[in-house]
């Protein structure tokens, strides 16, 4: 569907249809979004709301890491790299090692990110991230049991994390960088955790009490990070129809599929439905409170893409 018809304009040329698109985008950001999705199109040319970005991912990118992976989601690009090291553990979990993620936004990804300390932006997203890795549920409290809501969410085994028992364990770091920012940053986040954990592999060590150190052994062959849970984010962008009302005299809420950076400029909320790629469960649920109906839309169609994203890992 052209942008003439999308936008009304008659009689004029293509160079003068471009200038007043952008002209008109820059003035009426809301009402030009609007007008494409009245006619059941996005505009990077998604055709329909619930239409998800294609996805690429490419394990093994960076060969000074325990695990790495470069993924897409449009034209969102987020690297994410895996170290490890070793930590004394915590005197209460003796035999428990440490996840720690992290989300960063540089300014070279989007003008809209300045060099310095993290944005409000960058930390939300931040806290999203480590919330699920460490398994902390978010979502209405009466749609736990309602929802089947699995709250013991342990991305990775711990435990398995152990070298000695209250003296030394690994620490894994899992470092996001987005290389190119287009919206969705939880998802591709999440994405790029996933596949870079699914990557890692961790070398085999030995503490010895009497030197009071850990060595690894460099001939044996470094152990895959048993991952226990694959959480696959799905973000739904929750913006008011245009001259429709729900039975309440409100604008109708609608939700689009994975919302680009402009996109999520003139929402009103969003609604994040995390899913395990290997068992199907939900994880957690973030953002807005939607209607019962447009909400089990949402988790029936994040639950369909943990598995494609699952199946894209494979």
Known sequence: ?????????????????????????????????????????????????????????????????????????????????????????????????????????????????????????????SEIVWKIVQGCVWCYVSLIRLLNLNTRNNVIDLESLCIEAGKAVWVVYADVVFLNYEGNAVDAALLALVAALKNTKIPKAVYFDVEGCVKTDSSAECEALDVKRAPFGSTFGIFEAANTKDGLGAATKLAMADPTDEEESVLISTLTVVVDGFSGEMMGIYGAQVSSHLFKDCISMAKQRASDCEKLLQ
Request: hydrophobic share 40%; net charge positive.
């Open 1 to 125: 569907m052209s942008l003439e018809l999308v936008l009304h304009v008659a009689g004029a040329t293509r160079s003068s249809v471009w200038i007043q698109t952008r002209t008109f985008k820059k003035l009426h950001p809301r009402e030009f979004h609007r007008r494409f999705l009245a006619q059941g199109v996005r505009p990077d040319g998604r055709e329909g709301l619930l239409t998800w970005r294609t996805q690429h991912v490419l394990p093994g990118t960076l060969d000074t890491c325990a695990g790495s992976a470069l993924i897409r989601i449009g034209g969102t690009t987020a690297l994410c790299g895996v170290k490890v090291e070793v930590t004394v553990p915590d005197t209460n979990s003796p035999t428990t090692g440490f996840l720690v993620p992290n989300v960063d936004f540089p300014p070279l990804c989007s003008p809209a990110f300045k060099a310095g300390p993290p944005q409000e932006f960058a930390q939300s997203i």
